[in-house]
C-alpha cells in the first residue's frame, strides 16, 4: 500500500512511518516540525539525542535499501495538504499529527487556543483535501482513550446502545475529555464521522491509551534511527517519566493517591495496530473507532511495578494534584476490535520495564532534574511556567522562556 504517515517526525509517527516501509509499504512523511520547536520553547529536550529527519531517512536508505518521501509542512496550510496528497496518492494517510501533550493545552489561553486549531484545522483541511482528491483514501486517524473520561459505566469502543423512553438507537459514546487537548480529539471525531456522513469518505479513529517504551525492532537498527523519549513534567507520560525518575533518584511523581486508572500499551503494539488498521480499511463512507490499548493500570500500580523492578531504592511521593481529574473511579473499557483483527500484544511486566531503565540509564546525564517536576496546574488559567511565551504557530518561532524555579508542585 501506499502510506502517508502525518507527524511522521515524531515520538510514534517516525517508529511507524520504518515499521510499515519494512512491511513493504510504500511510505511518505510529513511534518512541520512543531515538536521540535515545543523542547526549545520550554527549555527542554528528548533524553533520547534524535537526528535529524533527513539524516534519519538517510540512514533508513543505506540500514535497509527502502526509500521513505519526505514532505516538510504544516497541516493548517490547505495548500500544502493538497499538494501533498495529489503527489503522494496514498490509499491511507495515518495521521498522527497534532500536539499531543494535555499539560501543554492547559499553560493558558494562548497555547489551549493554539492547540486547538493546529488539532482541529489540520484535520478539517485533511478531511477537505481527501474528500477533493480522492474519497478513497482511508484516513486512519490517532484519537486518545482520553475522549471518553472515566464514567462510572463501562466504556464502549465509540458507540453505545442507548434505550430512552421506550426507544433504541445505537448513537456515539459520552465523551467527558479532561483538557482542552483531549477536547481538541473529541471535535475532531466529530468532524471525522460527519464527513464520513456526508462526503462518504472512510475512516478509523484510534482512541489508543497512554503509550510506554521507546525501542522497536527498526530504530535499533542504528543510533540515528532511535524515537525520541520525553520526561519532562509537560510532554513525558507517565510510565516513560516514573522510569527516568528512578534512575536519577528522583522520588516517583504520583500525582494525589494514584487510583486514576488509564488504558495502555507498549510501543510496539501502536505500529501494529496502525498497520492492521491500514491493511483492513474501513468501508466507503463508514466512520469507526478502535480502542487501541492491551491493559489498564492506575498510576499507583505503576508506581509499584517500577519500584519492583529498578535494583536500587526508589521513594514515590504524593504529589498535591496538578490536574482536575478524578483520583479515584470504575474503569473498564471494551478493547476487542483490533485484537478481533489478530493483534498480538506485548504486556507489560518486569522485563519491559528493565529495558526502559536500561534505556534511562544509558542517558541519563541527559536528564535535567529543573524539568521533572508537574509545573501546569489546570486550576490556573495562566501557569507561571512562562512569562511573554507564545506557543508556536506556522512560520513563527516560539518565543517562551522557562522559568526554573516555579515549580508548583
Ligand atoms: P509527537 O508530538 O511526538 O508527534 C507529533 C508530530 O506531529 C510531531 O513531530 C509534530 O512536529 C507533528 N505536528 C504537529 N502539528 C503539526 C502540523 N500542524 N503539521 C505538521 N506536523 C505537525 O506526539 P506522539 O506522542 O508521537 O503522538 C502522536 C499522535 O498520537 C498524537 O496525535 C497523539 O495525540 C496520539 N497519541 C499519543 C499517545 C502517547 O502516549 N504518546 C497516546 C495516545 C494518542
Ligand atoms: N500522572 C502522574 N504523575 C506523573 C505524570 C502523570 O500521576 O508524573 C498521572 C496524570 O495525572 C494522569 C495519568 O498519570 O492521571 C496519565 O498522565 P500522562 O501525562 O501519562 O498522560 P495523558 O495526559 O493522559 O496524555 C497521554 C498522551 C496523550 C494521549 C493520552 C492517552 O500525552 O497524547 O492522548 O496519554 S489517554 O490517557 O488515554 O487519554
Redesign the pocket.
Known amino acids: 500500500m501506499r502510506i502517508l504517515v ?9 517508529p511507524t512511518a520504518l515499521h510499515l516501509s519494512r512491511a513493504g509499504h510504500e511510505v511518505g512523511v ?9 523542547d526549545y520553547e520550554m527549555g527542554v529536550d528528548s533524553l533520547v539525542p534524535v537526528c535529524q529527519l533527513q539524516q534519519r531517512v538517510r540512514v533508513w536508505e543505506e540500514v535497509s535499501g527502502l526509500r521513505l518521501a519526505t514532505f516538510v ?4 496550510d490547505a495548500t500544502f495538504v493538497s499538494r501533498v496528497l495529489r503527489e503522494f496518492r496514498p490509499d491511507s494517510v495515518v ?7 494535555a499539560p501543554y493545552s492547559m499553560i493558558d489561553r494562548q497555547h489551549a487556543v493554539y492547540t486547538q486549531v ?2 482541529v484545522v ?1 484535520t478539517l483541511n485533511l478531511l477537505y483535501a481527501i474528500a477533493e482528491i480522492d474519497p478513497t483514501i482511508h484516513l486512519v486517524k ?5 475522549e471518553y473520561g472515566t464514567p462510572n459505566i463501562d466504556i464502549e469502543e465509540g458507540f453505545i446502545e442507548i434505550t430512552h423512553r421506550g426507544r433504541t438507537d445505537v448513537l456515539p459514546y459520552p465523551k467527558q475529555p479532561g483538557s482542552f ?1 483531549h477536547l481538541s ?1 473529541v471535535h475532531d471525531s466529530h468532524n471525522i464521522m460527519f464527513a464520513c456522513r456526508i462526503w462518504g469518505l472512510r475512516s478509523t479513529d484510534l482512541n ?5 517504551g521507546q525501542e522497536t525492532p527498526e530504530t535499533v537498527l542504528h543510533p540515528d534511527l532511535a524515537t ?1 523519549f ?1 520526561y519532562d513534567g509537560v ?1 513525558g ?1 507517565v510510565l516513560n517519566r516514573f522510569c527516568v525518575q528512578a534512575v536519577v533518584g528522583h522520588p516517583l511523581t504520583v500525582y494525589g493517591s494514584g487510583g486514576q486508572t488509564r488504558g495502555m500499551l507498549d510501543i510496539r503494539d501502536t505500529l501494529a495496530c496502525v498497520e492492521l488498521a491500514c491493511t483492513n480499511p474501513a468501508e466507503p463512507g463508514e466512520y469507526r473507532v478502535f480502542n ?1 490499548f492491551t491493559e489498564s493500570f492506575s498510576v499507583g500500580q505503576l508506581a509499584e511495578m517500577v519500584v519492583d523492578a529498578f535494583p536500587g531504592r526508589v521513594e514515590v511521593e504524593h504529589l498535591e494534584p496538578p490536574r482536575v481529574e478524578k483520583q479515584e473511579h470504575y474503569y473498564r473499557a471494551a478493547h476487542t476490535k483490533l485484537l478481533d483483527l489478530g493483534l498480538v500484544p506485548h504486556l507489560l511486566n518486569q522485563s519491559t520495564i528493565a529495558s526502559l531503565l536500561a534505556v534511562a540509564d544509558r542517558h541519563r546525564d541527559r536528564v535535567d532534574p529543573a524539568a521533572i517536576a508537574p509545573t501546569v496546574q489546570w486550576r490556573s488559567t495562566a501557569s507561571t511556567l512562562f512569562t511573554a511565551g507564545s506557543p508556536v504557530s ?1 512560520g513563527s518561532r516560539p518565543t517562551g522562556t522557562r522559568e526554573a524555579e516555579t515549580s508548583e508542585a
Open positions: 502525518l507527524g511522521g517526525d515524531g515520538y510514534l509517527g517516525w510529513v511534518d512541520n516540525f512543531a515538536r521540535r520547536q515545543y509542512g504544516d497541516l493548517t495521521h498522527f499529527a497534532e500536539q499531543r501533550s493546529n488539532n489540520g490517532l484519537g486518545t482513550m482520553g487537548y480529539k489508543q491509551g497512554i503509550v510506554y525520541r520525553d510532554f507520560t487501541q506556522a
